[in-house]
Structures are given as C-alpha cells and as structure tokens.
C-alpha cells in the first residue's frame, strides 16, 4: 500500500510552512545629493518650501519635483545612504585603526575632544611652578 500523499503535495506543505516569518524592517531613509549642486535632500525634512512634508522617501517625490538650489531633475541626484553611515570606500573600513568606521558625527568629536583635552593639558602646565 501506498500512502495517500504524494511528494509534491509534501513539498508544497514544507514550502508553505518554511516561508519566512514577515519582518518589519524600520531603517533610516536614505538621503539624496544633488550631483549639480550638492543639495542634500532629507527625507526627515522634506521641502517645506515646496509643500513636501517631513517625512516623505526622496522616491515618492513628485515627478515635478525639482532641485531647491538649481532646479535640477531628481534623476541628477545620487542615494547617499542613511545619515549615520561611515563616510567613505566600504572596502576601506577595515583600516585607519577603527576610525574609518566611525561617522562623521564621532569623527568630530574625537578630534576636537582631543584637541580640548590638549589645550587644557597645556594650560594645567601654568599651574607647575
Ligand atoms: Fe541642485
């Protein structure tokens, strides 16, 4: 005797079964530049000037749309990634003693945090008498 199932009917229910569970994916929109003039669009303030609320995805701009500094086309803009990115070549992280894969945002304040502490340092040399 067989058995009543055939093997794409048990197929069909692994398939069912393994499809993966929905996950929500909340990222940080991307950024666009303007390749003309250098215009940031972000999403997270959109063109108030134009009517384009905080909040609105540089791809669900209207067609009309155009650059607010140059009236370029948004086709002559480039996906910059999210703000909190490392700036630079990825293939380039690896190196730079792990500062390449600090943002520009921690960048910032371990050279002018380290210029703080050496002024100070240099300064507290006053109090040596
Ligand atoms: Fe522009």
């Known amino acids: 005797m067989e058995p009543d199932l055939n093997n794409s009917d ?8 393994s499809s993966p569970p929905e996950v929500l994916l909340i990222e940080e929109p991307h950024r666009y530049e303007c390749s003309s003039c250098g215009y940031i669009y ?27 500094v140059c009236t370029a086309r ?11 990115k490392p700036s630079g070549f990825t293939e380039n992280l690896g190196f730079g003693f792990g500062v390449n894969v600090m943002t520009p945002g921690q960048k910032n304040l371990l050279i002018f945090g380290s210029l703080a502490v050496a002024f100070a340092f240099f300064m507290s040399l006053y109090a040596l008498d």
Request: contains cysteine; aromatic residues 6%.
């Open 10 to 17: 048990i197929l069909s229910q692994q398939v069912e079964q």
């Open 42 to 68: 972000e999403p997270t303030v959109g063109d108030p000037r134009r009517g384009i609320g905080e909040g609105t995805l540089f791809t669900d701009l209207p067609k009309e749309w155009r650059c607010p």
């Open 74 to 84: 948004p086709a002559s803009f480039s996906d910059i990634g999210i703000p909190s």
